[in-house]
Structure formats: C-alpha cells, structure tokens
C-alpha cells in the first residue's frame, strides 16, 4: 500500500504486508529531493496483524519496540537521505 501520493516533492512510501510472515511488514521509503529530509511517518499496520506493539528495524540501527494506538499505526521518525530511500522491517 502507498503511504503517501508520490508527487515529486516530498517523501514517498510503500509498505508491504503479509500477517502470516514474522516480517510481517516492510516499508521503503524514498526522497526524491536533492536535501535530507526528517520526517515522522504513519505506518497503518493493520494488516500485519499486530495488535499492541512492533518491533521497526529501520535500515541498519537497532530494533526499536514501539506501541501502536488504537487504529493500529506506529509512528516513526526517520531522516531519509537527499536523493536516497531507506527501508524498515517490522517484525512480531
């Protein structure tokens, strides 16, 4: 699912979903601009089937745990390099 309308000037974002997998999620995130941009992102995890918590690995840092709110979404705040993607890996 898109997570955000691709328009060229801002951030955009897929996730990937599948409740049966323990990554049950996996969001890559782009920026089309020239700078850096810092940014905090809803991720409707929903359909992972996670209910309470989840555990974001975004690219290489450690595993974070965050809890979701009531319609199931984590927000994170990530900084996405000029011209450049990172991903995130949600797991149970």
Same mark, same amino acid.
């Given at each position: 699912?898109?997570? #955000? ?12 979903v599948n409740? #049966? ?5 996996f969001a890559? =995130? ?11 992102? #809803? =991720? ?5 089937? =996670?209910? #309470?918590? !989840? ?6 840092? !450690?595993?974070?745990?965050?809890? =979701? ?5 984590a927000n ?5 390099? !000029?011209?450049?993607?990172?991903? !995130?890996?949600?797991?149970?």
């Amino acid at each position: 699912m898109h997570l #955000r309308r691709p328009d060229g000037r801002d951030w955009d974002g897929i996730l990937h979903v599948n409740h #049966r997998l323990d990554t049950c999620g996996f969001a890559m =995130l782009y920026n089309p601009l020239p700078e850096p941009v810092t940014r905090t992102i #809803r =991720l409707p995890l929903y359909y992972t089937g =996670l209910k #309470r918590t !989840a555990t974001i690995t975004i690219k290489d840092t !450690a595993p974070r745990r965050y809890t =979701l709110d009531g319609r199931q979404t984590a927000n994170i705040t990530v900084t996405i390099p !000029a011209n450049g993607y990172l991903w !995130a890996e949600i797991t149970r």
